[in-house]
């Protein structure tokens, strides 16, 4: 019996027409999507009015729900998976089904699309042949050892932050790079998308200012870089 096919599709990360043709073609002739949350993934496929089995995946339920799901592929199903937003397992779910399905060798075929660090990098203005990638950094353990090796980076740093801590994270660069650029990527692509540039002091005397909500990309210029505010 041939073996399905796992496809790992990226999906947008707030305007839902940044999407590809081949994405949407994908969702719609797999046999079943696997997401993170039925609600937030079937408002994508609504839109598109595809109709699909789907099989949500969270960290309570991922040991049994990954049996099921490789024993569905190993008898030749194909399936889709999807984020709540942007491409799988870049600081989401989604690695440990990857590894599995290349255990059983499984195809992975990878899908695309929409991804918040490339977008904020692109935008940016600054030099990014060249940067890394740091994700989500440690809420507590770690944390500071992790901000502490950004200070002698010579390439663009982008991760991620939530909104209950990118004014702690501030407070914590103003303590190691008060002078460095950063530059603030709020709710790209949606409604309410803004960006913000400027050393640490001048972000915080801006973001004081204002009701802060949604998700952030932040970038950290090379160390050198200089750039007249």
Not at 65 to 87: F, N, P, W, Y
Not at 194 to 207: C, F, I, M, P, Y
Request: positive net charge.
């Amino acid at each position: 019996m041939e073996k399905g096919k796992l496809f790992v599709v990226a999906t947008p990360i707030g305007n839902l027409e940044d999407i590809t043709f081949r994405a949407i073609n994908t969702l719609k002739n797999v046999d079943f999507i696997i997401c993170e949350d039925t609600r937030v993934t079937n408002i994508l496929l609504n839109k598109y009015e595809i109709k699909k089995e789907l099989v949500f995946v969270n960290a309570r339920n991922e040991n049994r729900m990954l049996q099921s799901i490789l024993s569905r592929l190993k008898e030749g199903h194909s399936a889709a998976l999807v984020s709540d937003a942007g491409t799988p397992c870049i600081s989401d779910p989604g690695t440990r089904l990857i590894n599995c399905a290349i255990k059983q060798k499984i195809e992975i075929v990878g899908i695309p699309g929409a991804n918040a660090a490339t977008l904020a990098l692109s935008i940016s203005g600054l030099p990014v042949d060249s940067f890394i990638f740091e994700g989500f950094i440690p809420q507590k353990k770690g944390r500071q050892k992790e901000l502490k090796k950004f200070v002698e980076e010579e390439r663009c740093i982008v991760f991620y932050e939530s909104v209950y801590r990118i004014k702690k994270l501030l407070e914590e660069l103003n303590e190691y790079m008060p002078e460095r650029l950063i530059i603030i990527f709020r709710e790209l692509t949606k409604k309410f998308e803004e960006s913000w540039r400027g050393t640490v002091e001048q972000l915080l005397n801006t973001l004081d200012k204002k009701i802060i909500k949604g998700e952030f990309v932040v970038i950290i210029a090379p160390q050198n870089w200089k750039e007249n505010f």
